[in-house]
């Protein structure tokens, strides 16, 4: 049982180039996360997904763009990358209902130069 | 107001210590509040959490203090090892909404 997977591990970008990050979840979660991870900053949401089909902005969805393709895969696309984006990214999801657990990826470290 | 406040940043404490990580929130609305552990390179997994309905919880050698009057909730760890060495970040999130707020983490090192 893989969880959340991302990918990459790791990226290095030059600055104005685009790419995406992928995540897939085989837990038949209903709603999917995309965090950042900066030091002292804590886990700052960008962008989410309730539901299949939905999407919404998080706290920090500037420069970002995001795609429910399935159920189980939810993809986050830097159009032209700039090293304020620098920083770990994680995936994360979650089964509806109250209180409940979300399980993480286990991060992209994106360099932006 | 969505923040959730953790404190302290970093934290050393000695093998058997009881290291204390505090959290504030200013939400009512909240009503889950969830601890999770991360070691390097590792995203954060679930170690406790708990419901405004109770004022205490246990699992372990971990336990979570919440006072909902204070809008207040606390992480202790009992007989720390080494191995907890490791960045704790609270949570709060509220049912339906699909939003979990992270605190900023505390770093955690436990010496041998």
């Known amino acids: 049982n893989a969880g959340v997977t991302q990918t990459p591990k790791f990226q290095v970008l030059k600055t104005g180039q685009s790419m995406t990050l992928q995540c897939a979840q085989d837990?038949?979660?209903?709603?999917m996360y995309w965090y950042r991870q900066d030091p002292g900053m804590g886990l700052r949401l960008i962008y989410y997904?309730?539901?299949?089909?939905?999407?919404d902005k998080g706290e920090v969805p500037n420069g970002y763009n995001v795609s429910r393709l399935n159920k189980r895969e939810f993809s986050l696309r830097l159009e032209s990358a700039a090293p304020s984006q620098t920083s770990v990214y994680f995936c994360a999801s979650t089964r509806q209902g109250r209180g409940t657990e979300a399980f993480f990826g286990q991060g992209t470290r994106l360099t932006v130069v | 107001q969505q923040q959730v406040k953790q404190s302290p940043q970093s934290l050393i404490v000695q093998k058997g210590g009881i290291p204390i990580i505090n959290c504030a929130y200013e939400n009512t609305a909240f009503d889950y509040f969830p601890w999770y552990q991360q070691f390097p390179g590792k995203g954060p997994a679930l170690l406790i959490a708990i419901r405004p309905d109770v004022s205490e919880k246990k699992e372990g050698r971990f336990t979570i203090s919440f006072n909902k009057s204070a809008k207040q909730f606390s992480l202790h760890i009992m007989d720390s090892q080494p191995g907890d060495s490791a960045t704790y970040f609270c949570a709060a999130t509220t049912s339906g909404t699909y939003k979990y707020i992270f605190g900023t983490g505390t770093r955690l090192k436990v010496l041998a």
């Open positions: 837990m038949n979660h209903n709603s």
């Open positions: 997904s309730a539901s299949e089909g939905t999407t």
